[in-house]
Nanobody, 120 residues
Framework: QVQLVESGGGLVQSGGSLRLSCAASGSISSINAMAWYRQAPEKQRELVADISRGGRADYADSVKGRFTISRDNAKNTVSLQMNSLKPEETGVYYC??????????????WGQGTQVTVSS
């Protein structure tokens, strides 16, 4: 099993930046894809960005050019740098890891989520 713990959420003004981090523990060697999802109030959870074990990153169109996902396999961490944040990006951000690539396949684990609030 893999355990994921997020940190770095909080309150930021529109146009501001936040950095989320996620630390993985447990069956680390089984992890392939890691990702960040978010869930806005009364909306479905959506994929924000993902990264393969080798460092290939993909982003939702809405965040391209503003968000950067990175991964440190030696430290078993994945981070999400979020710039130029918008109020509509308020929600709970979840760290995700799976044994497959791309996300959505394999045996998956989720973090508990961290709240990001962007004020207008």
């Amino acid at each position: 099993q893999v355990q994921l713990v997020e940190s770095g959420g909080g309150l930021v003004q529109s146009g501001g930046s936040l950095r989320l981090s996620c630390a993985a523990s447990g069956s680390i060697s089984s992890i392939n894809a890691m990702a960040w999802y978010r869930q806005a109030p009364e909306k479905q959870r959506e994929l924000v960005a993902d990264i393969s074990r080798g460092g290939r990153a993909d982003y939702a169109d809405s965040v391209k050019g503003r968000f950067t996902i990175s991964r440190d396999n030696a430290k078993n961490t994945v981070s999400l740098q979020m710039n130029s944040l918008k109020p509509e990006e308020t929600g709970v951000y979840y760290c995700y890891a799976t044994t497959a690539y791309p996300p959505g396949w394999g045996v998956a684990a989720w973090g508990q989520g961290t709240q990001v609030t962007v004020s207008s």
